[in-house]
Nanobody, 117 residues
Framework: QVQVMESGGGLVQAGGSLRLSCVASGISGMIRSMGWYRQAPGKQRELVATIGSGGSTNYGDSVKGRFTISGDNAEKTVYLQMNSLKSDDTAVYYC???????????WGEGTLVTVSS
């Protein structure tokens, strides 16, 4: 069974840092890309950051310069280092994994990040 599991969420004060982790298991073959998306109550789910098989990264405008994505597609792991956190970063953060073959998409169940003022 495929499982995408996030960890590392919690309560953080504004200006602080937090590191999220994600491990995808049970996926046969190689991973094309992995990434992070977030959704606040009443808001659309939005891109946070992705990392491709070649190491290229892409960031949402609101997190550029503050967040850093890293990982190892061969190990099917990805991390999100979040710095200079602010209240607007409060959301459920979801991990996404894309299998190389056919581009099958898998989602984690999310981890809650709450940033207090």
């Amino acid at each position: 069974q495929v499982q995408v599991m996030e960890s590392g969420g919690g309560l953080v004060q504004a200006g602080g840092s937090l590191r999220l982790s994600c491990v995808a298991s049970g996926i046969s073959g190689m991973i094309r890309s992995m990434g992070w998306y977030r959704q606040a109550p009443g808001k659309q789910r939005e891109l946070v950051a992705t990392i491709g098989s070649g190491g290229s990264t892409n960031y949402g405008d609101s997190v550029k310069g503050r967040f850093t994505i890293s990982g190892d597609n061969a190990e099917k792991t990805v991390y999100l280092q979040m710095n200079s956190l602010k209240s607007d970063d409060t959301a459920v953060y979801y991990c996404k994994a894309v299998r190389a073959n056919f581009g099958t998409v898998y989602w984690g169940e999310g981890t809650l990040v709450t940033v207090s003022s």
